[in-house]
């Protein structure tokens, strides 16, 4: 079993719908969480890190579920723009030990 | 400010072949880190530098593969007698300190082993 797991996708959705995906992972010790942005063909970038308590910037909402070991991202009102692979990251209690997830690929349509 | 750069952008080689692989990270950043993401694939650490502290190697997948970073700054990738399973995409990633927040990446170099 992966550390990080997630729904490879292709989630194909039109525009203006709501999306939402997670991410569970294996670890109870991981420590932060965070989803990153990859385009094609370029490097990833992150989108947000995920808090306890949850936290939403903008469309984004991400939620972290400790006892069941997963976290998730919902995106409303989506924009063609957001069509890219999105990459669950947890990290453990070492800097080094960050765990990349395979990333969900979502395609908007107009 | 400039971000993360990596060069070569792409490199092309033979079978049995060596290769260096440059990233310079953000100016201050600590942490620098190497990670390798073949084809419709996550991301696979290889190695994880921070500072004068020992490097994390847990990741390289052979002893072919190597780094190190000079003046904690610039680092180097070294993949000695390159195969084809080596081909993917390297990415380099630097983070301020404490080093393990937000993860800055360099546009990749990609590794083509004929």
């Known amino acids: 079993r992966k550390e990080v797991e997630q729904d490879p996708g292709p989630f194909n959705v039109p525009e203006g719908a709501t999306v939402a995906f997670n991410c569970t992972y294996s670890?109870?010790?991981?420590?932060?969480f965070f989803w990153y942005r990859q385009d094609c063909r370029k490097e990833p970038k992150l989108l947000m890190s995920?808090?306890?308590s949850g936290n939403e910037d903008g469309r984004f909402t991400a939620q972290l579920n400790r006892a069941s070991q997963y976290i998730s991202l919902l995106i409303r009102d989506s924009k063609l723009s957001d069509s890219a692979t999105y990459l669950c990251?947890?990290?453990?209690?070492?800097?080094?030990?960050?765990?990349f997830g395979s990333g969900t690929r979502l395609s908007i349509r107009p | 400010g400039a971000g993360v750069s990596q060069s070569p952008s792409n490199k092309v080689t033979e079978k049995g072949k060596d290769v260096e692989l440059r990233c310079d990270p953000i100016?201050?950043?600590?942490?620098l880190y190497w990670y390798r993401q073949s084809l419709g694939q996550g991301l696979e650490f290889l190695i994880y530098?921070?500072?004068?502290?020992?490097?994390?190697k847990s990741g390289l997948p052979s002893d072919r593969f190597s780094a190190e970073r000079t003046g904690g700054s610039v680092s180097t990738l070294t993949i000695q007698r390159t195969q084809q399973e080596d081909s993917a995409v390297y990415l380099c990633?630097?983070?301020?300190?404490?080093?393990?927040?937000?993860?800055?990446f360099g546009p990749g170099t990609r590794l083509l082993v004929l």
């Open positions: 990633a630097s983070s301020p300190p404490p080093g393990w927040e937000t993860q800055y």
């Open positions: 670890n109870s010790a991981s420590q932060s």
């Open positions: 995920v808090y306890s």
């Open positions: 990251v947890v990290r453990y209690s070492s800097a080094s030990k960050i765990i």
């Open positions: 100016s201050g950043h600590t942490a």
């Open positions: 530098f921070q500072g004068n502290s020992a490097p994390d």
